[in-house]
């Protein structure tokens, strides 16, 4: 379980013993179900990671809303926008292996995460992870409910493929923008795990193509 989720099973479940203590025992039901509540949203379930070549994994649970192309910078990429509901695992994870290169957190909104340019007006962090020959944005999007957006590694950081990085707490959306040269794995509809589910393959060449050097370089 996340450590958020003591804290607010905790507080919750004090709550409850008030509320019985001053108005009766029937009264503390409903706190007592928002403490189970609580300590079930923010479950951390272990995850089997690809070890696939060129894998990007998925940085969160959730449902496949949209798979489109845009524009970063004047950079062609394909995005892959993930809702989670509250329903879903909040913990984010890392889609790929690599340094943290920057990490930029912008305010903003709190529109519905389903909503098409909620990718540009919410509350958001936005990501760059370098490795593997690839560079990969993903942004930790708050949605309606969401107010509170955690990301651990500091910048310069490496991260290793499904790694735990953070979470976006209650209802909230993830985008992940990479390289049109990555071949598709999921399309809209879909459901995903974080960290488990291969959103798409990069070119196995560019991803082993550093390692290889570090190899010729050890033995020369």
């Not at 394909?78 to 809702?83: A, L, P, Q, V, W």
């Not at 529109?111 to 540009?120: E, G, I, M, V």
């Not at 651990?152 to 990479?178: C, M, N, Y």
Request: overall charge positive; glycine content about 10%; charged content about 20%.
């Amino acid at each position: 379980m996340v450590r958020d989720g003591y804290f607010y099973g905790i507080a919750s479940f004090c709550a409850a013993l008030l509320v019985g203590w001053l108005l009766g025992g029937p009264y503390a039901g409903p706190v007592l179900l928002l403490c189970m509540f609580f300590l079930w949203f923010f479950r951390d379930q272990e995850r089997q990671i690809p070890q696939t070549a060129g894998a990007l994994v998925s940085p969160a649970d959730g449902k496949v809303t949209d798979v489109s192309q845009v524009n970063v910078a004047g950079t062609p990429r394909t995005r892959i926008s993930i809702f989670l509901s509250v329903f879903d695992v909040h913990v984010n994870r890392s889609p790929i292996s690599g340094i943290v290169r920057d990490v930029r957190y912008q305010r903003g909104k709190f529109l519905d995460a389903r909503t098409p340019n909620c990718a540009d007006l919410n509350e958001q962090n936005i990501v760059t992870v370098e490795g593997d020959g690839q560079t990969v944005i993903f942004k930790q999007i708050a949605g309606l409910l969401a107010r509170r957006i955690v990301f651990t590694p500091k910048l310069g950081d490496r991260v290793e493929r499904g790694q735990r990085i953070g979470l976006i707490k209650f209802g909230s959306r993830v985008d992940v923008l990479f390289t049109h040269d990555a071949a598709l794995q999921v399309k809209a509809g879909d459901r995903v795990k974080g960290g488990e589910t291969v959103l798409a393959l990069f070119p196995v060449s560019k991803a082993v193509e550093p390692v290889l050097a570090g190899q010729r370089e050890a033995h020369s």
